[in-house]
């Protein structure tokens, strides 16, 4: 027997109707039946006490509250009702620094567009199966950044380096390509 | 509507210092218990759905490619460009449409997405780029070639990326 998701309450963020009524009909399917909707970070933020969400999946860019804003507010806000909430952010935007801006906001899993059926329920399945333990510092509140054997990490304090990064990421190979390469950049943290 | 000011957080974050990693009970795997694992059964059913609400977008593919092309239409008219929004058009175009399957309009979308991000001012060139961009995407479109299309198509792609690569000097 897999999981029942039918008891999780999802909030979902994304500012275009199609792919709003596309995802959540995804979810649905995926046995999520408690899913509200939002068409931009205050709406989720205005709604977020008579809803607290299990997790939350938004895109980034919205207005007038966008989804690296949302995570902030739920990250770090006074109002936020959890601040370990899972948020899976949903991009098409897919260069270097925002997947750094992203994950360095506290975003726990990344999800590249063109979304499949396939790549939301691994996302949905990593935070389930795979979470990590909140990590705090002076410039930083999230789940742990480094995704690999994050226990056993014995290598150099590689926190202020991340130009290292950069031979993994040439997105100029399409829309496919560019979701392997943001799961490459994402197991190398 | 005003933005959302995020205010210090106050919530018990147990001692202070530099470096702090805090374990945290795993509240979903308690609520999708005592079943583990995925469902084949649930992800045949969201790509089904994919499937089901396909030819809603194919209904509407064309005409949302042809608001972006009389949206730059008008911008060329007037002399007024908002590339911003262009680029924010298009970029909802590629997500969607590779979604969909439609990979090749995708794949123009994230060309005319890196043209159009680092570009200042538009003249003749520049003009003359998009409409390469925008015709390639609108012929895509009313073939409706799924996939990554036939062998032309990547030749159209390719004489893309070359626009691409020629306007970034």
Not at chain 1, 13 to 22: F, G, K, S, T
Not at chain 1, 92 to 119: C, F, M, Q, S
Not at chain 2, 73 to 98: F, K, P, Q
Request: proline fraction near 5%.
């Amino acid at each position: 027997m897999a999981y029942n998701l039918e008891h999780l309450q999802v909030q979902l963020v994304e500012d275009n109707p199609n792919m709003r009524a596309l995802v959540k009909a995804m979810l649905h399917a995926l046995g999520m039946e408690n899913v509200r909707d939002y068409s931009n970070g205050q709406e989720a933020i205005n709604a977020i006490q008579e809803f607290t969400p299990d997790l939350v999946i938004t895109d980034w860019m919205m207005a007038p509250v966008d989804g690296m804003e949302y995570t902030s507010f739920i990250r770090g806000d006074i109002d936020s009702p959890d601040i370990f909430t899972p948020i899976i952010m949903m991009t098409g935007h897919t260069e270097k620094w925002r997947i750094i801006a992203a994950r360095d906001a506290g975003v726990t899993e990344l999800l590249a567009k063109p979304i499949t059926a396939k790549t939301l329920y691994d996302r949905i399945l990593a935070v389930i199966e795979k979470p990590r333990p909140y990590v705090r510092t002076k410039s930083f509140f999230g789940p742990c950044r480094r995704r690999v054997n994050w226990r056993e990490y014995m290598g150099p304090e590689r926190r202020h380096e991340p130009d290292r990064l950069a031979p993994l990421l040439d997105f100029d190979q399409g829309a496919e390509k560019a979701a392997e390469n943001i799961e490459r950049l994402l197991a190398s943290l | 509507m005003p933005r959302a000011q995020p205010k210090a957080n106050t919530a018990p974050r147990g001692k202070t210092g530099d470096y702090e990693e805090i374990e945290v009970p795993n509240k979903l795997l308690e609520k999708v218990g005592p079943g583990v694992g995925a469902s084949a059964a649930a992800l045949e059913r969201a790509e089904a759905v994919v499937e089901q609400m396909k030819e809603a977008y194919e209904e509407r593919m064309g005409a949302e490619i042809e608001t972006l092309l009389s949206t730059y239409g008008r911008m060329r008219t007037s002399g007024a460009y908002d590339l911003d929004a262009l680029h924010d058009r298009a970029h909802e175009i590629r997500g969607e449409a590779g979604t969909y399957g439609y990979k090749l309009i995708s794949d123009i979308g994230i060309l005319l997405c890196e043209l159009l991000s680092p570009m200042g001012d538009v003249g003749t060139d520049e003009e003359l780029a998009i409409n390469a961009h925008l015709n390639a995407m609108q012929t895509v479109a009313a073939q409706r070639v799924k996939g990554t299309g036939p062998e032309v198509a990547k030749q159209i792609v390719e004489g893309l990326e070359a626009i691409v690569e020629r306007s970034r000097g």
